[in-house]
């Protein structure tokens, strides 16, 4: 088998082998510019993952002063006005402001360029800022929950007026806090994390003034604790979400929205393709799904188109632009009398091309030379 490259567009360099594709990063593919050995494999990279950070950076640190000043402020009126959904809004508000620093530390961390051991940088941090904000908004929660029970068996006297004007103010605060954190780049979890935080917290000083209204106009003192409760079910059902899809990232779970074995048979059914093995997708973090996988062409085939039509597949179809693809002809990957097969120990399920399937092999097509 010998190894020759394709040459990029408007480039004179000399093209690659059968090899592994393994495309950019960004919006648009990069075409193949790596270097390949045994069976070849060639990486792209371009540059479209993760946040803008100078821009995100402006505002989730708008979005964390605002928090930070009022916050200090219900702290105090929370303690004046003996109001637990007062003080539990705060706690969530500190959350808040503990995501967003946490959400600013992970982009720094994340933009540094691989090194060392570490490959794909440390792009995972913000991941595991996710799922350090999902436990604090679950244990806050659990407290909550503990105190509002108790407070509901014997309510304080609670000053309805100072709630309700301060949860009128808070709604205020989180909005212009939404909206600053909803212009930055959500497609990452750690930013993501940040919003859900503060929208969250939006829910919740709206329960919390209502509650405040009924202990003022009503003298229904328990109001109060209700609507602490109210405020720990917002927060158990963030955290969890949190924890949950920072989980999928760590445990390199597919993409939500992806199914391996739908994605795999319809691979195999690309013209040329006659099988398609060891298909792995995962996350490296969010937004930054990748794929890698074995594939055997027809002897026919023209091993480079084939992969790169099934790259731009993936690219058009699944939004994966980080893909490693390892393309052979069928009789080249056989095993010789007394080896083993190329792989020796295959990871999941064999995706074999659909032999009646009219598309296959009609019109111009890899396979044709």
Request: hydrophobic share 45%; charged share 20%; with cysteine.
């Amino acid at each position: 088998m010998t190894a020759e490259r394709e040459s990029e567009p408007g480039s004179t360099a000399p093209a690659r082998g059968h090899g592994q594709g393994h495309d950019g990063h960004g919006p648009e593919r990069d075409d193949d510019h790596g270097a390949v050995n045994g069976h070849g494999h060639g990486h792209g990279h371009g540059h479209g993952h993760g946040v803008a950070p100078n821009a995100d950076r402006r505002l989730l640190g708008g979005a964390l002063a605002l928090i930070l000043a009022y916050m200090t402020g219900e702290v105090v009126i929370g303690v004046l006005a003996r109001s637990l959904a007062l003080i539990s809004d705060a706690a969530h508000m500190m959350t808040d402001a503990f995501a967003i620093v946490l959400a600013l530390v992970a982009m720094r961390i994340a933009v540094r360029p691989p090194k060392g051991g570490y490959t794909y940088g440390l792009r995972r941090a913000e991941i595991l800022s996710a799922q350090l904000n999902g436990l604090t908004l679950i244990l806050l929660a659990v407290y909550f929950v503990a105190e509002g029970v108790q407070r509901l068996a014997d309510p304080p006297a609670v000053d309805g007026r100072l709630v309700f004007w301060t949860s009128l103010a808070g709604i205020a605060v989180n909005l212009a806090a939404t909206w600053l954190i909803s212009r930055a780049n959500r497609s990452s979890l750690n930013v993501e994390g940040a919003f859900q935080h503060i929208v969250n917290d939006l829910y919740a000083f709206i329960s919390t003034a209502v509650a405040g209204l009924v202990v003022w106009t009503a003298g229904f003192a328990r109001a109060d604790a209700i609507a602490s409760l109210v405020v720990a079910a917002l927060m158990l059902k963030a955290g969890y979400g949190l924890l949950r899809d920072a989980g999928r990232v760590l445990m390199e779970a597919a993409p939500a929205g992806i199914d391996p074995s739908e994605l795999g048979t319809r691979l195999a059914r690309r013209p040329c393709v006659e099988e398609v093995h060891d298909l792995h997708v995962w996350e490296v973090s969010s937004g930054y799904p990748a794929l890698s996988a074995h594939v055997l062409v027809d002897t026919k085939g023209d091993c480079h188109a084939v992969r790169r039509d099934l790259q731009e597949l993936l690219r058009s179809s699944y939004g994966i632009t980080h893909t490693t693809l390892e393309v052979d002809h069928v009789d080249e990957a056989a095993p010789e009398p007394g080896e083993h097969g190329h792989c020796e120990d295959p990871h999941g399920p064999r995706h074999v091309a659909d032999a009646g399937a009219p598309h296959r092999h009609a019109g111009t097509s890899p396979c044709d030379h």
